[in-house]
Structures are given as C-alpha cells and as structure tokens.
C-alpha cells in the first residue's frame, strides 16, 4: 500500500485560525469539523494516520470520512494529490487567510512537517457535501474568490445612509451585533454581486425565516441568486412562489396522496427550501415523502420538513447515505434490544424456605383412612 504525505503551510504551527472560525466552523457538520481538527493535530504530533484509524476514532464510517476530506477540498482549505490509480499520495492543510484574500506568509519551498499515513481509496464520483450549497448553484465569476475589504472600505460602507437601515434590520433578525466577517460579507454582496439594499434585506431576512442565521449560508444563497440574474426584491419572491419547483412541487402531492387542489404558496416554499436551501435532489424530497406516509399514513409537509432537516443536519445527501443511516440505526436497536432482553442475575433469597407453599395435611385423618380401608 502507498503513503500520504500530509503537509501545512502553516509552517508548522498547530492553530485554528480566526478565518476558520469565522467563515467556515459554522457551515461545517460535526464529522467535517472533527476530521479537520484532528488533522491538525496529526500535524503538531506527527501522528501516524489513517482513514480507517480516524473512523474507528471517532466512530464514523470510512465513507463519512472520505466525504469530509472532499468537503474541506472543495472549501478550499486543503488539497489532495493522487497517483495514476486514483489514489491519494499527500494531503496538505492551506491557511484559511488566503482564501479570504488576507496578507499571510510565503510557504516555505519543502513542507516543514509531515505525517505518514496508510493510503486509501477515494470514493470515486463521491458526492460532495455542500451543507446549505444547492446543487444547482454556480457561482457568477465575480466571486470565484472573495475580495478582501479594508478597514476603509468597511467604514465606508457602514456610513453609507441606506447601509445603516440593512445593518440594523441584519442584526434585528439575526438576533445579534455583527462580526468583522459578517460585513465583509454583506459589503461583498453590495459590492461585488452589486445587490441593491432592499434585496440584501429580503435575502437576510427569507434565510432567517429559513433558520439559517449564519453568513456564510447567507452568502451561498446570495451567490445562486446572482447566478439566476435576481436583481430585485418580486424577483427573489418570485422565484420561491412560482414556476422554478412547480414540477417538483407536483411531484410531492402526489407522493404524499394529495390530490384535487392546487399548488399553493406554503407547498412551493416547503419544496424551495429542500431544493433550493437544502440541495436536495427529487428523490431524496420523495423518499422522505414515503417514510411520512409509512409513518403517519397522512400526508404533512412538517414532517417531510423534519426528515429533510435531520438528513440535512447529519450529512445524508443520497439515498445510499439514507439506507447506510438507516442501517448503523438498526444495527443499534438490535444492539439495545439484546442489551434489554438479557435476564438479570438472580440470586436467592435468605429464607428461601418461605417462598415454598406449606402442606396443610391431616396426618391423623390420612392414618385413619388408611386403616379403614384394610
């Protein structure tokens, strides 16, 4: 078997950067964040690794980890190296600074630190895991790379009359005051995907009513808007309330047993939001209509909604990840079955004698008998 060589360009130093942080912890699940972490750390101890070694750490699947590791790829935080086999031959970790376009040192010639793990085979095709990202999303070339934003130009912004009124209303529903990053943000939306206020305040709020209050989700859904052309506030409704997921939105009243009415608004927005937010495919939206069905034996779109959230929520995008989850499910059932129908120790009580029945015979009536009978 080959060897990654797994590098930093953080010369060395085992840290978690404010950027990651900022623009990245947040849209990261739990199994991305741990793989990423623990990365760091194999750096600092030069700890042998391997994905199997990570998995059985943490519990996980070697399918969950490899999703993961192509996670942190697509964010741009590390790159993997393959040989002619498809095989991975290194992994290095990137420093978050540069993504965001923020001065940061040079990256010595030769890695300063590496770490040798055992080689394993990437999931060809594998899905990717965008975690808000829909899958129709294609970034306008304009914000393939963010632009970093001085402390002038932020200012700027912030005095800005109509900027001020976003801000405020930015805080009010998201429920907090503003970060550094969360303006640069906002400011990028302004700037460089040229948003007009009143639409950046339509956007802030349609993803708080969405339960999505952090920026960087905010900043993806910003992102496929510029990419369908959306200029103004009735386009941004538009797109939730008419035509973009009518086939789809069928599709679901159909699988739920609904018939004889029409599509109405809430049944678009419910669609839009797996579709559109979650990026969701119509097979997965319909699966989680039959498990309502098998259920309830009603039809609900709350609890469709709730399926899609905690397949969301735990990184389940495919309906081979569904029947996995479904699978490490079962299998812990059965375990806690087994655990619950064993017999407890039973130990016998000190006056034994008392929990047998006392005979209440008649010897003398029972002698008598015998005799009268010879």
């Given at each position: ?371 009268m009978n010879q």
């Amino acid at each position: 078997m080959g060897q990654i060589l797994l590098t930093s360009q953080n010369n060395g130093i085992t840290q978690i950067s404010n950027l990651f942080i900022d623009e990245h912890m947040t849209d990261a699940n739990e199994v991305e964040l741990k793989l990423y972490l623990y990365l760091l750390r194999c750096i600092s101890g030069n700890l042998p690794v391997s994905i199997g070694s990570i998995a059985e750490r943490f519990n996980y699947s070697e399918r969950d980890i490899n999703r993961a590791l192509t996670y942190w790829q697509k964010a741009g935080l590390l790159s993997v190296e393959f040989d002619g086999n498809d095989r991975v031959t290194s992994i290095c970790l990137k420093d978050p600074a540069a993504l965001a376009g923020a001065p940061t040192q040079a990256a010595p010639a030769e890695p300063t630190q590496s770490v040798r793990a055992q080689d394993f085979q990437m999931i060809q095709n594998a899905q990717t895991v965008q975690d808000a990202q829909p899958s129709s999303f294609t970034p306008a070339p304009s914000s393939d790379i963010k632009p970093f934003y001085s402390v002038d130009q932020m200012n700027d912004f912030k005095n800005k009359e109509d900027v001020k009124q976003l801000l405020f209303v930015a805080e009010m529903h998201m429920g907090k005051q503003l970060a550094p990053a969360d303006l640069r943000t906002l400011l990028f939306i302004y700037d460089a995907l040229s948003f007009p206020v009143d639409l950046i305040s339509y956007l802030v709020e349609y993803c708080v009513n969405s339960d999505h209050r952090n920026m960087r989700y905010i900043e993806k859904v910003a992102l496929a808007w510029a990419d369908r052309g959306i200029t103004t506030v009735d386009e941004a409704k538009a797109m939730g309330s008419s035509g973009q997921y009518r086939k789809e939105a069928f599709a679901v009243l159909r699988a739920l047993g609904i018939s004889g009415r029409t599509i109405v608004n809430s049944d678009m927005e419910y669609v839009a939001k797996w579709m559109g937010d979650y990026g969701f495919p119509i097979e997965m939206v319909l699966e989680a209509c039959n498990r309502t069905i098998a259920a309830i034996s009603s039809p609900s779109f709350q609890y469709v909604d709730s399926i899609l959230k905690k397949w969301y929520d735990s990184g389940v995008r495919t309906l081979d990840d569904a029947s996995a989850a479904d699978e490490q499910f079962q299998a812990a059932k059965k375990a806690e079955e087994e655990k619950a129908s064993k017999p407890a120790a039973r130990t016998m009580p000190r006056k034994a004698a008392a929990n047998f029945s006392q005979r209440n015979d008649d010897f003398n009536a029972l002698a008598n008998k015998i005799i009268m009978n010879q």
